[in-house]
């Protein structure tokens, strides 16, 4: 069974940083665009980022640009988001999900999400 982990969220302050991680079983990150995802209680789910496996380019949710890094271990068949200067609408459920198709596609597999919350 294709499955997706992702780990690393928890509770900080605004300002702070995290390491979010997205790793992958029983299949390659070399097949798929890495997309991560957020849902805020309340709101819709939006995307955050997403890496493309052809050549690496990344894209942004606007609100985030300049704070979070998307970066991905092909050796380890994980991917990455770094945030940092983390804001308390920062705060919500992250996914990572993978595209066989794009970043702007349908996407084939989800993980179970972590939570991620920032403190004022």
């Known amino acids: 069974e294709v499955q997706l982990v992702e780990s690393g969220g928890g509770l900080v302050q605004a300002g702070e940083s995290l390491r979010l991680s997205c790793a992958a079983s029983?299949?390659?990150?070399?097949?798929?665009?890495i997309g991560w995802f957020r849902q805020a209680p309340g709101k819709e789910r939006e995307g955050v980022s997403c890496?493309?496996?052809?050549?690496?380019?990344?894209y942004y949710l606007d609100s985030v640009k300049g704070r979070f890094t998307i970066s991905s271990d092909h050796a380890k068949n994980t991917v990455y988001l770094q945030m940092n200067s983390l804001k308390p609408e920062d705060t919500a459920v992250y996914y990572c999900a993978a595209a066989s198709s794009s970043c702007w596609g349908s996407y084939d597999y989800w993980g179970q999400g972590t939570q991620v919350t920032v403190s004022s």
């Open positions: 029983r299949f390659t990150f070399d097949d798929y665009d």
């Open positions: 890496i493309s496996r052809s050549d690496g380019s990344t």
